[in-house]
């Protein structure tokens, strides 16, 4: 994806014009209504369509998305992080579950989500219409286009529940106003792209940041599975759910498909490499089925990252070793970050001290010139997240990807989706034992068996984004942030409220 996002910038930038954000850029954070389209002097050669997808990927690696947005919205509501004191007032209502209308974080992710429906919409409608274009190619950008559509969709409906359906372009202002849908239909919608896009591409990898058929299979599989759990666990506003276990059959058939139709991306033993970026973004077979993928080359935040500076502490500048329980490994220098991301003791303290996605994946001592430094998870400086770090950043430039969908996170999806089988422990077995913490108890029942499985996810998965709708699609969110650690919810617990920049534009709303 970077080397590409590098050959079409100057493509991008005419797609940008083309496409009329109402005078946003790539990188500007002001909102837009959603792409106005002028097809006519667009879309004309296979040149336009490969720019066109590019643009469209180009919104998830954005400051508002998945390069920083992403996390806000959905880490700080959870028991795994909170923020430095001097944080936004948006920031603080979502670490404090008591969102307005008017929290801009909220009102920033809404703004580039819908750019980005916004986009795939236009790959989809005028891409399959491009004269001369190869056949595999045509299909493989349409089928993105629906991939990128129904991850969009997906996160809106698991951030706020209804929310207009937008499924064509807008070549007119009259089209903008448009009422909300029920969580239903968007479902039916998301299912229905996921599975046009299943047909249209195919399993290899065409490279780093685009999706393929083991990309759409995974996504399919989350899809299942928040619809089943939400349906199990009576999750407010999915009684329109007639089987949990019909859904949970076809989360373990895509899930399936991933782990045992394919070879391009599988399991890697060893927990450093996996975040590794010399690593997974030069592997054969690599964990990161899909990511939002920049290069610290880049010439602006968005091709680049800084997203590690949310993380690592601002005090000094720090080197770890690569393997923390490898006294021999290579010391690396993760330089010094901003302490805008705390890592919370709830999470913190829940890992068994042998778990190696603990003691390898959570940076607690660090040195700076020959002086070792114990990190307090009580002070302003706490243990933090190796997930996103870059050695070899340029300044405050980095090329960390942010992980959307990783092999381990669908192996805990067939295990979830299976039940206590022989599959399903397999399945988790697999990830308990590479964190060194031994075999699930095989007596379990089917409840408890899911349960042990969506506590592994928090572990496993943890500062990556999936947490709070774990709790959200398993109607936990009380009985996990209230009852179990003490947080008080006002409000935004299962939905956050619309942003009111869209209430008060679009009447239809209402």
């Avoid at 909300?180 to 490279?207: C, H, N, W």
């Avoid at 690593?279 to 968005?302: L, P």
Wanted: hydrophobic letters at 35%; charged letters at 25%.
């Amino acid at each position: 994806m970077t080397t590409m996002k590098k050959k079409f910038f100057i493509k991008c930038t005419a797609v940008a014009l083309v496409l009329v954000m109402a005078g946003s850029s790539c990188s500007k954070m002001k909102e837009d209504p959603y792409g106005m389209i002028n097809s006519k002097t667009f879309y004309k050669t296979a040149d336009d369509a490969r720019a066109a997808i590019i643009y469209a990927y180009s919104i998830l690696p954005e400051v508002g998305y998945y390069s920083r947005g992403y996390y806000i919205v959905t880490e700080l509501p959870t028991e795994n992080l909170t923020q430095k004191g001097d944080a936004g007032v948006g920031n603080l209502e979502l670490d404090e579950l008591r969102t307005t209308s008017t929290n801009s974080d909220l009102d920033n992710i809404w703004t580039y989500m819908y750019r980005g429906v916004a986009r795939a919409n236009a790959v989809i409608a005028n891409v399959p219409n491009i004269p001369g274009m190869v056949e595999s190619e045509r299909n493989q950008i349409t089928g993105e286009g629906y991939f990128l559509r129904a991850l969009h969709f997906f996160n809106l409906v698991r951030m706020f529940g209804e929310v207009p359906l937008r499924t064509s372009t807008i070549e007119d202002a009259s089209q903008i106003p448009m009422a909300k849908s029920p969580i239903k239909d968007i479902y039916d919608q998301i299912i229905s792209d996921l599975q046009k896009a299943d047909e249209l591409l195919t399993t290899e990898r065409i490279s780093e940041g685009r999706a393929n058929r083991p990309a759409v299979e995974g996504l399919l599989a989350k899809v299942y599975l928040h619809l089943a759990s939400s349906k199990a666990y009576n999750s407010p506003g999915y009684d329109f759910v007639a089987s949990a276990d019909d859904y949970y059959a076809q989360a373990k058939l895509y899930a399936g498909k991933v782990i045992n139709g394919q070879s391009t991306f599988n399991f890697t033993e060893s927990l450093p490499d996996i975040f590794a970026i010399d690593v997974y973004k030069k592997a054969a077979v690599t964990e990161h089925i899909f990511d939002a993928a920049v290069d610290r080359s880049g010439d602006r935040e968005g091709s680049f990252s800084k997203l590690p500076n949310m993380f690592l502490p601002a005090d000094r500048p720090m080197t770890i070793l690569y393997n923390q329980l490898d006294p021999s490994s290579a010391q690396i220098n993760i330089g010094q970050g901003w302490g805008h991301f705390r890592t919370e003791n709830a999470v913190y303290s829940s890992y068994n001290d042998v778990d190696r996605r603990k003691t390898q994946l959570i940076v607690s001592s660090y040195t700076n010139g020959g002086i070792t430094y114990q990190l307090d998870i009580t002070s302003s400086s706490r243990p933090f997240t190796r997930k996103f770090i870059d050695p070899d950043r340029i300044g405050d430039a980095s090329s960390a990807n942010s992980p959307i969908i990783r092999y381990s996170d669908i192996l805990l999806v067939y295990a979830e989706a299976c039940g206590p089988t022989t599959d399903g422990y397999a399945a988790v077995n697999k990830i308990r034992n590479r964190a060194a913490i031994g075999d699930l108890n095989p007596s379990l029942d089917v409840t408890s068996f899911r349960n042990a499985v969506i506590q592994e996810r928090a572990w496993e998965l943890a500062f990556e984004g999936n947490r709070l709708f774990d709790l959200r699609r398993t109607n936990s969110m009380e009985a996990v942030l209230v009852k179990k650690y003490g947080k008080t919810i006002t409000s935004g617990a299962y939905f956050f409220p619309i942003p009111q920049r869209e209430l008060d534009t679009n009447p239809l709303i209402k």
